[in-house]
């Protein structure tokens, strides 16, 4: 206790030095756990966007590709797939379920889908949660729109408030379709997936908001609401579908049966097999940041070291007079190393620290840009590993000014050439 | 000194692990079923000894075809059939045992895998047909063995259950309720 | 002038054919064919820079072992002592004073003072005996004059006179049968030089300490039992250098 209590006041009295010292390895500190913690609920939020459902499919692109703007709404298709295929498909003896799905447009930024009424039965997340209805009901109607929990929070939307589609996936169009707006009929609960800022509407929405658009650009007279509700609104092509299967064991050969579909070039993706492809892809990029937070947290502790050397040269009277009143070597020793550790124990835990301040802030801020709901937890069993790595690597630094000091006291004994 | 030391090296391989789990959800102890009981299987051993994947392409020339001639896409499909309703053996049904293989994840929460099917080969290449029912198994695990993500190898331990007759409820073909997943050595 | 011998029972200090050398080949710094110190008593020692004062205390102190000779502090053969017991013998029975910069800068002047209770259960325990070790410390500080607020402030802000002052109370904290004082008079004017000494020999007479004052300083001279020149009882003189 008599060598902490030293060390304490010694650092007190070298306070501003100290307090640079606790910043840099406090930041560093917070920078690797940081990163760690992104990169696990990176994972877990893309982990738990899907559930239950067996296959993805669409039209021929990349696994990834399809997986990417057909759940996390990442992203454009390229092309569509027919809804023939899609029926026939549908009708596939190991097909238990299907749904359809229709991207491409939005409303003041947030992506319309449009599906069917099965989405809200079939669609999981999580570990096989259901979606559920915070207020309201499925759409039903061909200018019904269910919203996703964020997009009613943010834009302030209630049952029965009126919204207008517009074409393409921008914040702001130019082209508006205006003459047909949706009516809200439902509101999602939160889910934390990107669920939450999806607009829903029925197949045959989507299909009148385009009525007269084949030529690419805006038609010149708009039909009115109650003349589409009485036309034949069956899509031509839908973006992707979603498939549930009787047994899962026949999972390769229909995959394999739609990647070979004679009628139409298809990819029929394996959710979980997709997700492990992207994180590979992403597994090179996070172990670069990984190791170069790591290097942080070294420079960090260089630091220390140096300040904790310079220093050294002016404390040998310091040192020579412990001695003089009966300290042993090894308690300089001792004195100098637990600067180290003290100096490291106070920057990991003002890391700690900024690490929650900083999740916390960030928090509502990364959800609104990316879906991406992080969670805050207590610090996992890894990352006390990885702090304690830390500590004892200060330690061990601490062990050179330490012998040093251990050095001069010995030869200086009790006079010291100043 | 020593000890330190030996601290240090554990602290350091445990930091760099790929385990992120808290210890706070431990999986409640499963009343004691002998692991050490299973039995070890071979990936032959669930075939019947009378069926031969390689006999549905007898007779159909294949060899001689090109991978895009239309006829190929139509051939592959009746065996696709055929290997869809490959036979299990009956008597393996309910047996513990303990079978490794490749996996591919199906269900999982970013660190752990807990639904998957286990392949006994590596990868999937458009040339090569995926393997035929019996040759595959469907495992569910609740504890979500550190399986890390594609095409990892494993251990599994469980019981196994073999199905002949597709119903409503279950699909003809493996499963196997995984009481333990471990890498393989 | 020899150093002389005495009855082992009477003596706080006896060095016998010393011979210590800092390095291998290097010629000796300090050969001292016979020195003794009575308990109780107050020697002056005289000797300039390279007389081998600083080594000889190093020596009284424990710090160094000779390479020939013996050296007895208070009954204690510290020639034979290892490192580790030489630094407990030097904790419990010694008191140091240095010429100057006697204090930790970042401790305050009462922490500085009961300094010696951290590394010594003895001094810790002779202390006690006495009541509460911030009261004797203060009482040390206020014979000496300097009482009042002056203990609670940091030791930075005291003048060279206060600190040497500080360092004499630290010394001197739970009475330790040896007292060094290694030129403490040197950094301070001439009006504070008597002042402080005679301070000094009143509470070292008042425990019964034993006391090595080494200065050139021969006005103060008349002051101690005894005055010894160290070049006289040297014999590797005034040519060794310290290293």
């Known amino acids: 206790m008599t060598i902490l209590s030293l060390t304490l006041r010694s650092l007190l009295n070298r306070r501003y030095t100290a307090l640079l010292t606790i910043v840099a390895i406090a930041l560093s500190t917070a920078l690797l756990l940081g990163v760690e913690r992104l990169r696990v609920e990176a994972r877990a939020g893309f982990a738990h966007t899907i559930s239950g459902t067996d296959l993805v499919v669409g039209a021929r692109s990349g696994q990834v590709q399809l997986l990417l703007y057909a759940i996390f709404r990442l992203g454009n298709p390229t092309s569509n797939m027919r809804w023939d295929s899609y029926r026939d498909i549908a009708r596939h003896p190991a097909v238990a379920w299907s749904v359809p799905l229709m991207l491409g447009d939005a409303h003041r930024g947030f992506r319309v889908l449009g599906t069917t009424p099965e989405y809200f039965t079939h669609y999981r997340y999580g570990r096989g949660r259901t979606l559920e209805f915070a207020a309201g009901r499925p759409f039903a109607d061909v200018f019904d729109a269910v919203l996703g929990a964020d997009v009613a929070r943010q834009l302030g939307y209630a049952l029965g408030h009126d919204l207008v589609i517009s074409h393409g996936t921008g914040a702001v169009s130019f082209v508006q379709h205006d003459a047909l707006p949706f009516r809200v009929v439902g509101i999602l609960a939160q889910t934390g997936t990107p669920v939450d800022r999806t607009i829903h509407v029925g197949l045959a929405g989507i299909e009148a908001v385009h009525l007269g658009w084949e030529g690419g650009a805006a038609p010149r007279h708009a039909p009115t609401a109650a003349a589409v509700r009485a036309m034949e609104l069956t899509p031509q092509a839908i973006s992707a579908a979603l498939l549930g299967l009787e047994s899962r064991l026949a999972l390769f050969g229909l995959q394999r049966e739609i990647q070979d579909y004679a009628r139409e070039p298809l990819t029929a993706v394996i959710p979980g097999v997709a997700l492990q492809e992207l994180w590979d892809l992403m597994g090179v990029a996070e172990r670069a940041l990984l190791a170069i937070s790591a290097c942080v947290v070294g420079v960090g502790l260089l630091g220390m070291l140096t300040a904790i050397l310079s220093g050294l040269n002016e404390r040998r009277r310091e040192m020579a007079i412990l001695r003089a009143v009966g300290a042993r070597p090894l308690q300089v020793f001792a004195l100098l190393m637990s600067e180290a550790l003290l100096l490291a124990l106070l920057g990991t835990t003002l890391g700690v620290l900024l690490l929650y301040g900083a999740l916390w802030l960030g928090r509502p801020l990364i959800e609104a840009q990316w879906g991406l709901y992080l969670a805050i937890g207590p610090l996992a069993l890894r990352e006390w590993a990885v702090l304690a790595l830390i500590l004892g690597t200060a330690t061990l630094m601490g062990a050179v000014p330490g012998y040093r000091a251990y050095r001069y006291s010995l030869a200086d004994g009790l006079t010291v050439r100043v | ?185 | ?243």
Request: aromatic share 6%.
């Open chain 2, 1 to 185: 000194m020593k000890a330190l030391l030996l601290l240090f090296t554990a602290l350091l391989l445990l930091a760099c692990s790929d385990d992120t789990t808290t210890p706070a959800a431990l999986p409640p102890q499963q009343p004691a079923v002998d692991l050490s009981h299973a039995l070890k299987l071979e990936w032959y051993e669930l075939v019947p000894q009378d069926w031969q994947p390689e006999a549905a392409f007898d007779g159909l020339g294949l060899e001689s075809m090109e991978d895009d001639d239309p006829r190929v896409q139509e051939m592959m499909a009746r065996v696709r059939k055929e290997w869809d309703q490959a036979p299990v053996i009956a008597a393996l049904d309910g047996l513990l045992v303990k079978l490794p293989g490749f996996v591919v994840p199906l269900e999982g929460d970013g660190r752990s895998v807990d639904t998957f099917i286990l392949v006994p080969y590596y990868g999937a290449c458009v040339h090569v047909p995926p393997p035929p029912a019996n040759q595959t198994v469907y495992v569910t695990s609740k504890e979500g063995g550190q399986v890390r993500g594609l095409f990892d190898t494993v251990w599994v331990i469980g019981k196994l259950r073999a199905v002949a007759q597709s119903t409503p409820m279950a699909q003809a073909g493996y499963t196997i309720e995984a009481l333990r997943v471990e890498p393989f050595e």
């Open chain 3, 1 to 243: 002038m020899t150093g002389g011998t005495l009855p082992a029972a009477h003596a706080a200090i006896q060095l016998a054919e010393v011979q210590f050398r800092w390095q291998a080949r290097t010629p000796l710094v300090v050969d001292i064919p016979q020195l003794a110190v009575a308990a109780g008593e107050r020697l002056f020692l005289r000797g300039p820079s390279g007389s081998g004062k600083s080594t000889l205390l190093a020596l009284l102190g424990g710090v160094v072992t000779p390479q020939h000779g013996t050296v007895e502090v208070l009954g204690q053969p510290l020639h034979r002592l290892g490192g580790a017991r030489r630094d407990a013998f030097r904790a419990d029975y010694i008191g140091y004073i240095f010429q100057m910069f006697n204090l930790i800068p970042y401790l305050s002047v009462l922490d500085n003072v009961l300094l010696p209770c951290r590394f010594s259960r003895r001094r810790a325990e002779r202390v006690a005996a006495r009541g509460d070790a911030h009261a004797e410390a203060r009482r040390l500080l206020e014979r000496l004059g300097l009482g009042g607020a002056l203990p609670a402030r940091a030791a930075t802000e005291l003048s060279v006179g206060q600190q040497q002052r500080v360092a004499a109370a630290r010394a001197l904290l739970g009475g330790p049968e040896l007292i060094i004082a290694d030129e403490p008079t040197s950094a301070l004017d001439a009006d504070h030089r008597a002042a402080f000494v005679e301070l000094l020999l009143a509470e070292c007479a008042a425990l019964g300490s034993t006391l090595v004052f080494v200065s050139h300083d021969r006005a103060l001279e008349p002051l101690f039992h005894r005055a010894l020149c160290l070049t006289e009882l040297n014999r590797a003189g005034t040519a060794a250098a310290q290293p």
